[in-house]
T-cell receptor, first 112, second 116 residues
Framework: KNQVEQSPQSLIILEGKNCTLQ??????????LRWYKQDTGRGPVSLTI?????NTKSNGRYTATLDADTKQSSLHITASQLSDSASYIC???????????FGAGTRLAVHP | DTGVSQNPRHKITKRGQNVTFRCDPI?????LYWYRQTLGQGPEFLTY????????KSRLLSDRFSAERPKGSFSTLEIQRTEQGDSAMYLC??????????????FGPGTRLTVL
């Protein structure tokens, strides 16, 4: 069964600190992996997209890594800001399919 | 604003009533997707259109749900005889169909449905 699991479920950090969110997937065949940021009551917004040949990709203070062998990805947030408070969703697209498989998300709260 | 738009943003209805939501995709996108998201969960795929053709439907899409995209532009999602379990955020996304590339989906702000 194609699944995407994320950890931790929720996380609280202080402003300025770094954090890393984890994503494990069992999706085959793998096409690409995306990280989305979803503010409360809003639709998800794409942060990064990676194919199996890409190990790391950055978008400002966000850096995603992908290990296609172990089927793991991480999203590292550097120097967190209050506006980083949101849910971060890991999404995997299976090859040949148009639908995406979503994780349940990690809810990040950045406190001053 | 050239992003995906959804209307209404919020809908409160009584159990048993019918509701209809609208999604306007990014104008040059020929693919349109509907998702449902409950609190604390990621979105779940409901259905997808390429132009006006509905190419795939999830088993989550019971016979009370119907989606249309009559002219290949905007889409509507109708829920008949709503149940309290239908309460969720309904998200629409659109993308281009590309032979290569990521086919990135751009999401709208969602319609939050509350069934009393």
């Amino acid at each position: 069964k194609n699944q995407v699991e994320q950890s931790p479920q929720s996380l609280i950090i202080l402003e300025g600190k770094n954090c890393t969110l984890q994503c494990n997937y069992t999706v085959s065949p793998f096409s690409n992996l995306r990280w989305y940021k979803q503010d409360t009551g809003r639709g998800p917004v794409s942060l990064t997209i990676m194919t199996f040949s890409e190990n790391t990709k950055s978008n400002g203070r966000y850096t995603a890594t992908l290990d296609a062998d172990t089927k793991q990805s991480s999203l590292h947030i550097t120097a967190s800001q209050l506006s980083d408070s949101a849910s971060y969703i890991c999404v995997v697209r299976a090859g040949g399919y148009n639908k995406l498989i979503f994780g349940a998300g990690t809810r990040l709260a950045v406190h001053p | 604003d050239t992003g995906v738009s959804q209307n209404p943003r919020h809908k409160i209805t009584k159990r048993g009533q019918n509701v209809t939501f609208r999604c306007d995709p990014i104008s040059e996108h020929n693919r349109l997707y509907w998702y449902r998201q409950t609190l604390g969960q990621g979105p779940e795929f409901l259905t997808y259109f390429q132009n006006e053709a509905q190419l795939e439907k999830s088993r989550l899409l019971s016979d009370r749900f119907s989606a249309e995209r009559p002219k290949g532009s905007f889409s509507t999602l109708e829920i008949q005889r709503t149940e309290q379990g239908d309460s969720a955020m309904y998200l629409c996304a659109s993308s281009q169909s590309l032979d290569a590339g990521y086919n990135e989906q751009f999401f709208g702000p969602g319609t939050r449905l509350t069934v009393l």
